[in-house]
């Protein structure tokens, strides 16, 4: 059954929900939906105090490397890291409690998919497909999607697709997939890539991006035949949403745990 799953997004340090879009390395463009008053470290808590496990935390640029390790502290092996993940420093990270590590942008050196820096990385992490997701976060282009770089600003030579998937499933456990150009807009999930990834995927997939309404979990569930998960941001209530409530999140993996 498709699970919500938790995140802590991360950026300067401080937890926010970003308008997905408008990342860049410029703060006066960027669209925040949500700024935390708590650490990253609080999330880790609640998300450990309800058994929610496999959620990601995903470094957003420089700056949060100590926030990052104050939550997987709290959790060990329970939580996913990603941003600026390598083969330099992924084994470093899942030392420091990560359960997996999350590759995108070191996979494309120069924005082209490079096979061998996926074969690094899978080294890195002793040849475990256990310990890597890949994230295959994109935007729309025509009528495919590109998996985008450098916070979503990057589009590289992949599209996501069959081919693709199949490429890259014998190296990792789960595809981990924004859907960029819907990222912290709150107005519903791309309901195409969602049935796409469930045609093309046999293993775990996350899907973020959109979500407005817990409606939309079962939407995942009925596209995606029980095997995409997804994760609800800006529009859950602990993150100063107004769409879902983090109790009803809770209420729908308790309800689906057995099924």
Not at 73 to 85: D, K, L, M
Not at 219 to 226: A, E, F, H, N, Y
Request: proline share 2%.
């Amino acid at each position: 059954m498709a699970k919500f799953r938790p995140c802590i997004d991360l950026h300067h340090g401080q937890v926010k929900q970003i308008v997905g879009g408008t990342l860049d390395s410029s703060i006066t463009e960027l669209s925040t939906n949500h700024i935390s008053t708590h650490p990253a470290s609080h999330f880790a808590q609640v998300y450990r105090d309800h058994n929610l496990e496999g959620g990601h935390i995903i470094k957003l640029g420089p700056g949060n490397d100590d926030a990052a390790k104050s939550a997987l502290a709290v959790w060990p092996s329970a939580f996913q890291i990603g941003g600026g993940i390598d083969d330099s420093n992924a084994k470093q990270w899942l030392d420091w409690g990560a359960g997996k590590v999350i590759v995108t942008s070191c996979l494309f050196p120069d924005g082209k998919f490079s096979l061998d820096k996926l074969r690094a990385v899978f080294e890195a992490v002793g040849k475990s497909r256990e310990k890597l997701v890949i994230d295959l976060s994109c935007r729309r282009k025509d009528e495919t999607w590109v998996v985008a770089m450098n916070k979503w600003q990057t589009l590289t030579d992949m599209q996501v697709s069959q081919e693709s998937i199949k490429l890259l499933e014998p190296f990792c456990s789960e595809f981990l997939i924004h859907a960029a150009d819907n990222e912290g807009l709150q107005r519903g999930i791309d309901e195409e890539l969602v049935a796409r990834l469930a045609e093309w995927c046999s293993i775990r997939v996350t899907y973020a991006g959109g979500a407005k309404s817990i409606e939309d979990l079962e939407t995942v569930q009925k596209l995606g035949g029980g095997k995409i998960d997804l994760t609800i941001g800006s529009a859950l209530d602990m993150f100063g949403g107004t769409g879902v409530k983090f109790e009803d999140c809770l209420a729908w993996n308790t309800l689906h745990s057995n099924t």
